[in-house]
Nanobody, 125 residues
């Protein structure tokens, strides 16, 4: 599965932005999908994850109440709607896929088999 992340850009503090993930070579309806991010000088950080059916979602404390992860299996897309963005949200955002059948898909990025190339989000104060 090849994942392509898109939708990043430069916004102002408090703005909203939606980043999307489109796979190629396979459908994603059997994968848990996650969003992670890496800020300059920092390690990879979990942001949100959504189950294969879309009915279970988990968020990091920093994303909870501001970000929404959603998926459209019919269109083979995953999105991360980011609201009330803050400068500390600035990072490269990556989508990742974890086979749902593994039963081990968690917030741990090492559980995710496939990764996109990332899309840069910059939030200015």
């Amino acid at each position: 599965v090849q994942l392509q992340a898109s939708g990043g850009g430069s916004v102002q503090d408090g703005d909203s932005l939606r980043v999307s993930c489109a796979p190629s070579g396979s459908t994603i309806d059997t994968y848990v999908m996650g969003w992670f991010r890496r800020a300059p000088g920092k390690g990879r950080e979990f942001v949100a994850t959504i189950s294969a059916t879309g009915n279970v979602k988990y968020y990091s404390d920093s994303a909870k109440d501001r970000f929404i992860i959603m998926r459209d299996n019919a269109k083979n897309m995953v999105h991360l709607q980011m609201n009330s963005l803050k400068p500390e949200d600035s990072a490269v955002y990556y989508c990742a896929a974890c086979p749902s059948s593994s039963g081990t898909c968690t917030r741990d990025p090492q559980r995710y088999t496939y990764w996109g190339q990332g899309t840069l989000v910059t939030v200015s104060s």
